[in-house]
Each structure stands twice: as C-alpha cells, then as structure tokens.
C-alpha cells in the first residue's frame, strides 16, 4: 500500500495508486506512457506549499520530482540558466549566487521547486517584475501521450502561453529556462506605520519603491512596511544574532507559541497582535536579494490570497478592515498586502492588469472560517482572482469570467490532453470538466 501525500500545511491528502521519482526525462515519459496504459491520471508534486488540492493524486501515479534537480546549463552570454523541475528554490538561489546572478523577483520563501513555483502562480512583490512564472523564457514538457516537447516565445508559442504557468494541467514540466541577470544588492527598509497612513500613501508607497509590500495587524491600526530598493552598496547584512533573533526566534518561535495560545483562548488575540503589532521595529540591511526576499516559514497556517486592480486596492482593504472590526472573529496572523505589474500570461492573476494581492492567513486548526467566506465575497465583488495555489472555492464559470484568455487555455488543454490524463477534482472544478 502507498503512503498518504500531505501537503505542508497538513490541509490536504490523498493516496496515490503508486508513486515514482524519475532520474532523467526519458524515465518520466515512460512513467507517463505507463499510467495511461493502466488508465491511471498522473499528478506531480513538488514541496506540497500549496493550500490548495491542486497536486492531490488520489487514486493517481503520483510523480516525486526529487531525482530531477539538474542544472543543465548556465549561459552568462544569454543571461539564462536551465534547471530540471524539481530543483528547489534555495538551491537555485545559491548556485544563481556563486556565479555572480540572480533572479529578477522571487517570493518571500525558497523552499518550493521551479515547477511547483512557477505553475501555480508564485510571486512576490514589484513595482515593475512580476512573478517567477514571468521570468521563465522556455518550458520542457512532457505531454500525456509520452512526448517531450520544448516551447518557448518562438518555438510553439501557444504551449509556451500556457505551460509556464499551467496548473499541472498539460502535463509535467520536466525543465525550465529562466532568465537572470548580474548579481546586485538590495537595500531594505522596514518601518512600522498606522493603517490609515499606510493607505493614503499606498501609491506614492508603491511608485518610489521598486518592492514594497506590508503587514496588517487585524484588532490593531498598525503596520509593518517593507520596501526593497537597488543599491550600489557597499553590503551591510544584518548581524547574525539580529538576523536569528528577528526572523527565526521572534518570527517563528515566538509567533508559533502566540498563535497557539490564541487558538485555545481566542478572546487573547485583540492583546497578542496590539503586542505582536510592537514587536518588529525599524531597520535597514543590504544583502543579495534572496537574502532580503525570502525569510523562513515555520509557523503552519493556511492562506486565501486574491489578486485585485490596483486601483480598487485601498478601497477593499478598507472594507476588509471594517468587516473585521464590525465582526467577532479573532484573527491572529495580519494581512499580507503587495503589488504586482500587468503581464501576458493567460493565466496569470496579474494578466492584463495592474494588480495588488491581498493575503489572509488563519493558524493551522483555528475555527474563523468564516472568514475566508466573507473575504472571499468581498474580492468576488472586485473581480478578485485567486492564488491557484492558496484557498478559494471559485469555479470554472466564475474564473472564466475574470480572465479573458481562460477559453485559450482551455482550448489548449483539450488539444494536447483530450483524455484528461494530468485531471483531478481540483483542476476540474477550476476549469471544468
């Protein structure tokens, strides 16, 4: 009997019919051919940070990408590096670093694999670079019927569209090209400010900075900001205990033992975030930029996260703010808010339109939610569109309606994968049958 796949997260699970960790390309298109011959679906999975069933392979050939973590090639010329799908990302990051690159953008944690990332949508915050999926200029695939193909801008164009940020649905990514550029410093500036300031300044905030993102801290008027800038140096890391104390002790130690005495005694949680709200305070540091993108998650919780216009932004997060206040919920982890440039991929929650994305989270086994319900309307009425990977419980007709290239993508998916072989419960609500 196979072992039952969770998620990190611990919300999702299923059991696989078996499960195989190809070595090469050649190894997963035979596991591929061989699931359809046994009339099998077929799921990858990478480091299971989704909140989201969207790798959940029940009754499937669940497929490990943990032997595929090659670098198959470094081009300084071109300014690309082409990895295989299950390298993570914190491994990326080193090697990009010990040849002098880096990525253009990553999210605010490494521990995903490329392929994991970049299907289902992973970004951090930007006033001009977008998500990782948007940094990625070629896709190896493997299709149902066995075949491995290579898209790109030039070379079959409409795979490309929607493979690099594909949800799993075509098939499974073998390898990804991304580009990079010249290793540079970036200097970080976190500043705790009041809500309301925050809101009045949110496009000045976001036009002079080119990462900005906060924190805000439901039952409390306060934030903590986090802007991101070029720097020509010289490198001033934090000092390691700084580092340790703020980002490892106090960010998740600390943290983990306030969520779990919130979680018994809710009515705790207005006082531990006026506390909470207090306990990150002013600083600056200049390092690498995966160092000052990325710090560690520890603490399990699950998450709902929408990508809304710009221009609605701080008008939702004022109803947001309004609805907590006039409700009896008890909320624990503060709002994450960032921001992110228009692009062209088809399903990107960025596509075509300027967009800010608004993130909450609940302790893992907190009984508020309720609260993703009534966050979820309040972003359904702004034309809201959800992480692929992080709760949400809209379908293929509503999805359907807030990206204008969903019939592309489908049309796509009913090319090269008629029988539905990458298909699960998730992907069939969210696309349709």
């Known amino acids: 009997m196979t072992e039952v796949w969770r998620n990190w997260a611990g919300n999702q699970s299923a059991r696989p019919a078996r499960t195989v960790a190809p070595g090469s390309v050649e190894e997963l ?23 989201t069933a969207i790798a959940a392979a029940g009754d499937a050939v669940l497929v490990r990408p943990d032997r595929l973590t090659a670098v198959r090639k470094l081009d300084r010329a071109a300014g690309t590096v082409t990895v295989e799908s299950g390298l993570p990302l914190h491994r990326l990051n080193r090697l990009l670093a010990a040849a002098g690159l880096s ?14 990332a970049t299907s289902t949508g992973t970004h951090g915050t930007g006033r001009d670079s977008g998500s990782l999926a948007a940094q990625v200029s070629e896709v190896e695939i493997v299709l149902a019927d066995g075949s491995v193909r290579t898209c790109s801008a030039t070379e079959d164009p409409e795979l490309f569209q929607g493979a690099r940020l594909g949800l799993g649905a075509l098939g499974v990514v073998s390898a ?14 976190e500043q705790p400010m009041g809500f309301d300031e925050v809101l009045r300044s949110f496009d000045d905030l976001t036009a002079v900075n080119e990462h900005f993102e906060f924190y805000w801290f439901p039952h409390t008027d306060r934030c903590s900001t986090k802007r991101n800038n070029r ?25 983990e033992g306030a969520c779990r005495v919130g979680r018994a005694f809710p009515g705790a949680i207005p006082t531990i975030a006026k506390v909470a709200s207090r306990a990150w305070s002013e600083r600056r540091f200049t390092d690498q930029p995966y160092k000052v993108y990325t710090s560690p998650r520890k603490v399990r919780f699950v998450e709902m996260e929408y990508a809304v216009p710009r221009e609605a932004a701080t008008g939702v997060l004022r109803e947001l ?14 709002v994450e808010v960032r921001v992110a440039p228009a692009d062209d991929l088809w399903l990107s929650t960025a596509h075509g339109r ?57 049309a796509l998916r009913d090319r090269v994968d008629p029988e539905r072989r990458f298909a699960n419960d998730y992907l069939r609500r969210v696309l349709g049958a």
């Open 176 to 189: 990804l090209t991304f580009a990079v550029e010249p290793m540079f410093l970036l200097s970080a500036h």
């Open 354 to 410: 300027d967009s800010v994305y608004i993130a909450v989270h609940l302790y893992r086994g907190t009984r508020e939610l309720s609260y993703f319900t009534e966050v979820e309307k309040l972003m359904a009425a702004h034309r809201g569109r959800p992480h692929w990977g992080k709760l949400h419980t809209q379908g293929a007709e509503y999805l359907s309606s807030v990206y204008p290239r969903f019939g592309d993508f489908t």
């Open 231 to 255: 720097s020509q140096g010289p490198a001033e890391p934090l000092p390691r205990f700084r580092n340790w104390l703020d980002d490892d002790f106090v960010s998740n130690t600390v943290w």
């Open 29 to 51: 298109s035979a596991a591929v051919v061989a699931a359809g011959k046994a009339g099998l679906p077929v799921k990858a999975v990478g480091s299971g940070h989704s909140f």
């Open 321 to 334: 703010k309004a609805m907590v206040e006039r409700s009896d919920w008890r909320i624990s982890f503060p």
């Open 103 to 116: 990525l253009t953008n990553m999210g605010d944690i490494e521990v995903q694999t490329v392929a994991g």
